[in-house]
């Protein structure tokens, strides 16, 4: 598993492995089961990226954007 969610139902963390909510192959399964959440950050195990704001931004727009946006992840990570 490459990807570690990290979610919460209240913009304030309550920190660390707390707000741990799953470990994915891709982001692609990430979005796919990241439920109702006020904001989230994921964790590339492979490559040490964080991704955070870019993804603050997408998570506003329609589940089709926000799936789009993954699937060009996993692309990219190939």
Do not use: Q
Not at 29 to 53: A, H, M, P, Q, Y
Request: with cysteine.
């Amino acid at each position: 598993m490459r990807y570690m969610l990290f979610a919460g139902k209240y913009y304030y963390p309550c920190g660390g492995m707390t707000d741990f909510r799953g470990h994915y192959s891709t982001m692609c399964d990430v979005v796919r089961n990241l439920g109702s959440c006020d904001w989230f950050n994921v964790f590339d195990t492979k490559t040490g990226e964080i991704f955070d704001d870019e993804c603050k931004i997408v998570i506003k727009k329609n589940s089709y954007d926000i799936l789009e946006w993954a699937e060009k992840v996993d692309f990219a990570k190939r």
